[in-house]
């Protein structure tokens, strides 16, 4: 356990945390270079204007976890639980999401370049000014999702979520009499 640390501007580099549960922590700024998290918790920390090159994150815990205006740069996050987490104004290049929990997640005024979601629970995350162009959300369940119209033009939805985002734009949809 790492509890009460409190970092800023430091470089963490080819390191795995496993099994780690970092408590009251608050680490502003770190560049992580070459590094894994595997079945940790960092439930709440304060990661915010961060930076995460070639990171994997799997199994990990990251409830109501902060890392607004943070860099993500060729980083995998696989089977975590990111609820409530806040990367809002992030740039997310060559991030992929799987099989993860993102429920009202706050990604606002993100960058995806390109971003992917595959699996993930998307309902009821907050996405506005974040431009889905390009992204696949076929496999994501995106109920409730909060966003602007312009930022979901060009993403790729089945026929449901369609009908699912057709309330955005203020449509009716009712069944012929």
Same mark, same amino acid.
Request: charged letters at 20%; glycine letters at 4%; a negative charge.
């Given at each position: 356990?790492?509890?009460? /640390? &409190?970092? &800023?501007?430091?470089?963490?580099?080819? =390191?795995?945390?496993?099994? =780690?549960?970092?408590?009251?922590? $608050?680490?502003?700024?770190?560049?992580?270079?070459? =590094? $894994?998290?595997?079945?940790?918790?960092?439930?709440?920390?304060?990661?915010?204007? /961060?930076?995460?090159? $070639?990171? &994997?994150?799997?199994?990990?815990k990251l409830l109501g976890v902060n890392l607004i205006e943070s860099a993500f740069n060729h980083v995998r996050v696989q089977n975590c639980n990111l609820r409530y987490a806040n990367l809002s104004g992030s740039r997310l290049r060559s991030v992929l999401f799987q099989e993860s929990d993102l429920q009202q997640a706050f990604l606002e005024s993100c960058r995806l370049d390109p971003g992917r979601f595959e699996k993930c629970n998307l309902r009821e995350g907050e996405f506005s000014y974040t431009s889905l162009k390009g992204v696949d959300l076929r496999s994501n369940e995106i109920e409730g999702l909060r966003l602007n119209v312009a930022d979901l033009r060009g993403a790729v939805v089945t026929n449901l979520q369609a009908v699912q985002l057709a309330s955005l734009l203020g449509i009716i949809i009712k069944e012929t009499e």
């Open positions: 356990m790492i509890a009460g /640390s &409190e970092v &800023e501007y430091a470089t963490v580099q080819n =390191v795995l945390f496993d099994g =780690v549960v970092f408590q009251d922590c $608050r680490w502003k700024g770190v560049h992580f270079n070459d =590094v $894994r998290f595997v079945n940790c918790d960092l439930s709440n920390m304060l990661l915010p204007q /961060s930076v995460f090159y $070639r990171v &994997e994150f799997e199994s990990c």
